[in-house]
């Protein structure tokens, strides 16, 4: 890991959490290179908790 890089969460890397960025956005070009349908799922959980969280801290608040 690069000193200084920052570290991305990944809710799902199983565990490894706190990637490098580069190292999460490969496993996931990687995924998305052998199964886009569950790439597909994985990007959508994403952006909904994201948007529940910009909702919740910002409109709701």
């Known amino acids: 890991m690069e ?3 920052p570290l ?3 809710p799902f890397a199983g565990g490894r959490k706190n990637l490098p960025i580069s ?3 490969k496993e996931y070009t ?3 290179a052998e199964n886009q349908m569950l790439w ?3 990007m959508n959980n994403i952006r909904s908790a994201a948007m529940e969280i910009v909702a919740n ?3 709701y608040c």
């Open 23 to 25: 190292a999460w956005e």
């Open 57 to 59: 801290d910002l409109i």
């Open 3 to 5: 000193r200084g890089k």
């Open 30 to 32: 990687a995924l998305k």
């Open 40 to 42: 597909v799922q994985r």
């Open 8 to 10: 991305s969460p990944c």
